[in-house]
């Protein structure tokens, strides 16, 4: 698996499974009638943020992550990051190859902690691999997601320094 910088060549890959994965309306914050413009306008970002695609040997794409800054200001030192992965391709390593390369990129831009905003708490397996990267949850806000299936649960806010 090879991760590179995403280009908008890269959108027709990404948007099925991005537009899948949001429409669902389980894990991100976004609208979930959100449409294609407007979704590739939101996910590919420009410098000095990044968007990368995790793609195989023969280049097809696997997942997606957007990196930037969090905050401004006197808080302008904290990264965030979110992470797309083709549902057809997961438990393969690419959600760790991904989350561990926005790290390395956030370390390297000078950030010195990553948070994220809106980690769905039933989203388990994104939370046991934040955990595992060293990400711990610092809080929740509960009741702030709407899920389609269990109803309102909690939104955390994780957090990790560089």
């Not at 997606?64 to 083709?86: F, L, Q, W």
């Not at 809106?118 to 990267?133: D, I, K």
Request: one cysteine or more.
């Amino acid at each position: 698996m090879q991760i590179r910088e995403a280009t908008a060549a890269d959108w027709p890959a990404i948007w099925p499974f991005f537009h899948r994965i949001v429409a669902a309306g389980e894990t991100f914050t976004f609208p979930t009638g959100l449409g294609e413009e407007e979704g590739r306008d939101w996910w590919l970002l420009a410098e000095p943020d990044r968007t990368v695609v995790a793609v195989d040997g023969a280049g097809t794409v696997l997942g997606t992550a957007k990196m930037n800054r969090n905050h401004m200001g006197n808080a302008a030192h904290i990264a965030s990051a979110s992470y797309m992965v083709d549902p057809t391709h997961t438990g393969q390593g690419v959600g760790r190859s991904l989350c561990e390369y926005s790290l390395e990129w956030a370390r390297g831009a000078g950030y010195r902690a990553m948070q994220f905003n809106a980690v769905v708490a039933t989203n388990s397996n994104a939370v046991r691999l934040y955990e595992s990267l060293g990400f711990e949850v610092v809080g929740t806000l509960p009741e702030g997601f709407h899920h389609p299936v269990h109803g309102y649960v909690g939104l955390h806010v994780m957090y990790r320094l560089l």
